[in-house]
């Protein structure tokens, strides 16, 4: 939800005291909710479209164009306001705490001109983070997904979204949009989805997956070709170098006099606390882009997580959601190792008897270490089955609210848990974790600035 055109929200008369509209308490039992907003997406993101245009009676009325009146059930309405307190409370820099992304190891921010830039695939805007964080001023984000487009716009609100299909995008109606010319965009960054490149796809035997996301590289690159931007940032698994599709992307833009590097590069060893191998491609419009330089200290989880609140009772929706899980799940669970212990380490017994007979994916129902970096996010990560995602002491798996803070999101970002934890974490574990995609962002400002700077001999 973007915060900033929401007029007012209320429960109940009298109005909040003008400058401190959120500080009321939320979802008192019987209390009418009262939502105004100029902007009917806002009430389809609170309400949700289908509540909104069904008649259910959850919408009470519709006043003209501008405004929206909602009168929900209790349990609708609980849920929702502790979502919309909490990201509101935030805001407002309440009670909340920044991360330590916020103070002492996201890189600090750049300085100088913010220079233009385009995200596709812009997902829940972890690349968008990074690359604002590095004085990039993204203009245009594109994602067909609604539940991201969602997300993107509480987060990033002054950026304009395409809620599109990319492959029906042209990029002539992109610079037509921007009054652009071929050549003046500084920097297009995207990250085409990589579920069909992933090595975790091809784990169960077969060594290649047909998916026909892999061909949504060929529109990152005609897009490229048409904007011609002077520089270029692509994210993805490391599967897609093997990929004659990104051998072919490689060939069109040297041939278009870009110059390209590739490198699989572990997002750990620039400011992450999290192992997170990835390729990424650079291109400059006749200058080569280097790779910023590895960090020396490797991140902790402990020292990520060190700032968050006790999950379950914090008022953060993303950190209370809990779980639930059968009373076998969580003896087995309890019986893991403190601090890095794996299922290996529990007797047969103990063990599941799928786990008994595959012994593949060693690492799932693990948990991870204090002292260490995190295992890649992915996007299954509240879910212990799915890898090493228990908390390291807590009988639990981490919380979305962890996932994110592992991955290197501001404490304060807003997800929107009314969706349910597992489509936020698959926004999540999907994402750039934006410390990385930050130090991407400032060696490009540096290759762009030295390529425009006049020689002096
Ligand atoms: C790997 S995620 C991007 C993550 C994002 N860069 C971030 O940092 O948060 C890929 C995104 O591509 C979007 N996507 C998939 N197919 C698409 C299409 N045809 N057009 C636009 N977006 C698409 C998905 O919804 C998903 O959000």
Redesign the pocket.
């Known amino acids: 939800m973007c915060l900033s055109t929401v007029d007012r929200f209320r429960c109940g008369p009298p109005l909040w005291p003008k400058r401190q509209p959120w500080s009321a308490p939320f979802g008192v039992a019987g209390e009418s909710l009262c939502l105004l907003t100029r902007d009917r997406r806002i009430a389809d993101s609170v309400v949700g479209p289908t509540q909104r245009d069904s008649g259910s009676g959850i919408l009470h009325g519709v006043w003209g164009e501008v405004s929206y009146q909602a009168h929900l059930p209790e349990t609708a309405r609980i849920a929702l306001a502790t979502d919309i307190a909490f990201s509101a409370a935030i805001r407002r820099r309440s009670s909340v705490r920044p991360g330590p992304w916020t103070v002492r190891d996201m890189p600090r921010k750049a300085t100088g001109q913010e220079l233009d830039a385009v ?12 690359l604002r964080l590095a004085r990039f001023r993204v203009r245009l984000a ?4 609604h539940l ?1 487009a969602t997300c ?1 716009r509480a987060n990033q609100d002054a950026v304009e979204l395409w809620e ?6 042209t990029a002539e109606e992109i610079l037509r949009r921007f009054r652009w010319k071929p050549g003046s965009l500084p920097l297009l ?7 069909g490149f992933s090595a975790l796809r091809t784990l169960n035997g077969g060594r290649t997956v047909d998916d026909s ?1 892999n061909d ?1 590289v060929k ?1 990152f690159c005609r897009l490229a070709l048409g904007l011609r931007p002077k520089a270029i940032l692509m ?2 698994v490391p599967g897609l170098a093997d990929d004659a599709r990104f051998e072919s992307m490689v060939a069109k833009l040297r041939a278009a006099s870009y110059v390209v590097r590739w490198a699989v590069l572990d997002a750990a060893d620039f400011n992450v606390p999290q192992r997170r191998r990835r390729l990424i491609l650079t291109a400059g419009a006749g200058f080569s882009v280097p790779f910023p330089s590895a960090r020396k200290r490797l991140l902790s989880v402990r020292r990520a997580l060190k700032a968050l609140p006790a999950a379950g009772d914090s008022g953060d929706p993303a950190h209370d959601h809990g779980e639930r899980r059968s009373a076998s799940v969580r003896r087995r669970i309890a019986c893991i190792p403190l601090d890095g212990g794996s299922r290996t380490d529990l007797s047969d017994e103990q063990q599941l008897a799928c786990h008994l007979k595959c012994g593949g994916f060693k690492d799932v129902y693990g948990r991870m270490s204090w002292d260490n970096v995190a295992p890649t996010i992915t996007s299954g990560f509240v879910n212990p089955s799915k890898g090493r995602f228990l908390h390291p002491v807590e009988h639990r798996a981490i919380t979305v609210r962890e996932g994110a803070v592992l991955q290197t999101f501001p404490q304060e970002y807003h997800f929107p848990m009314s969706a349910g934890k597992f489509p936020v974490a698959e ?2 574990g ?5 410390a990385f ?1 930050c130090l991407q962002g400032r060696a490009i400002r540096k290759a762009l600035a030295d390529a425009t700077r006049p020689h002096t001999s």
Do not use: H, S
């Open positions: 995200d596709l695939f812009a997902g829940c805007g972890g690349l968008t983070q990074g594109i994602d067909v997904d991201a993107y599109r299909d990319i492959v029906e995008v960054a995207g990250c085409p989805p990589c579920q996301r949504l529109d994210e993805n926004l999540i999907n994402a750039v974790p934006p995609a």
